[in-house]
């Protein structure tokens, strides 16, 4: 707490964990490092980068992030048990600054059908998962999961017992996103009255948006002392997500009179943040989405324009550049140089190294040579489709392609293939359409069948020379799998989306985790 100002609101992010659990949301660990420099320049107190012992990638992407990123709390989550804690503890033992978080349920229905365990038990295993955190670690946060459809009286309980057991801050989740304002204050508010040395912990919520009160619920409990809020950029999370980072943040600053608190995000990085992590994820915005989403500010719909041109406060409660919105979308062209990408590059989120930004600076020089202007959209699909964030090893490279199509003819395609020994395969293939046809000639150079779940183009930026990108979901007897492909011509994108595809599957990276799902998170 600062000794001058308004005392401060910690913001602890779990993008990288709660809301990286959420199916289309998975990140590879180049993306996730990449984020979590953005987290860190966005000035967000901590961050939950995984739960260690979920998957070794988790354990991976951690202990990647607590050695380089520097500077807020990096935190991993665990279940109340050895195995956990002690991977929790591996993962993070290079962070300057470390919390290890432990969880366990505690409502009768968590209890009862999926823990199956009596009330003592819960309190024992709490208690036990807390001491041993903190035997590792100085900072240890416990939460009870399902809080909010707790018993307020074994809550309390539970809650004192992991207070004396040497947890640091005290989580209080609606993990089911049940929770109404009002009741959800009131489960704070009794916490704060009945539990002997809460004062001395910080109280945080952990809201999810079932019924589209996440944030609401969340400032709620800060109203009555929560001085920690658990978000996520955009609010992504598991089925309606979490509350949205972005939104708590200017709550907290537009309504500062009433709230009478700060945060230490840099606002103005909240639109860059935003963008990155919907870039890296593919998983997009919607336009009327509250301080982040296209139509947010009142000068871009073109309606309020007299209102507007007159006094802004008319339509605006918050200034666009407050949040890091553009003044206006940079165009880029054939002659602009390598520092002027690099500018750009910054300006949207992207901490790149002098190595990286060389190769994203050829990738441009290619892509101006077909596109006359090129906007932001433009260059941040450059990066994340990339080698940078992109894929690593791949088992099959895209060496030719060519198709014919028409009124009256048969599509076909004709694929060749470089496989990782070397060896090019050739194959032709006839398909309802020339995309088709593509996906049928990879199938059979690969040897692999896959049933196609979902597919999309949508157009990155603007003109007709946009560059389309592809998204796929295939389902193969190992799981389900999705990639995106960025091309000026949709045909040679789809190809290579389906390609990623079958690298991945060739290579066995699945992209959604059942492993994770081992038992479900606050
Ligand atoms: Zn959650």
Known sequence: MSESGPERVIIFDTTLRDGEQSPGASMNLPQKLQMARALRDLGVDVIEA???????GDFEAIRAIAREVHGPTICSLSRCNQGDIEASHQALKDAPRRRIHVFLATSPIHRDFKLKMAKEEIVCRAVDGVRLARERCDDVEFSTEDAARTELEFLAEVVERAIEAGATTLNIPDTVGYALPQTYAETLAYLKKHVRGIDRVVMSVHCHNDLGLAVANSLAGVMVGARQVECTVNGIGERA????????VMALKTRSEVFKLSTGVRTERLYPTSRLLAQVTGMHVQRNKAVVGQNAFAHEAGIHQHGMLTHRETYEIMRPEEVGFAKSQLVLGKHSGRHALKERLVALGYALSDAQVDKVFQDFKVLADKKKDIYDADIEALVVHGQILGKGNVAWELEALSTTSGTGTMPCASIALRGADGNRIQ????????VDACFKAIEKITGMTVKLRDYQIASVSK??????????????????????????????GSARAFLDVMNRIALKGPQTKPDLRMEPTP
Not at 50 to 56: I, K, L, Q, V
Not at 241 to 248: D, H, K, P, R, T
Not at 427 to 434: H, I, K, M, Q, T
């Open 50 to 56: 995984g739960f260690a012992a979920a998957s070794p």
């Open 241 to 248: 997500g979490n509350a949205s980072l972005e939104e708590i």
């Open 427 to 434: 194959e032709v293939a006839a398909g309802d359409g020339p």
């Open 463 to 492: 003109g007709e020379d946009a560059q389309g990108e592809v998204s796929i979901e295939v389902e193969h007897r190992t799981g389900v799998y999705r990639a995106r492909a960025l091309s000026t011509d949709i045909i040679e």
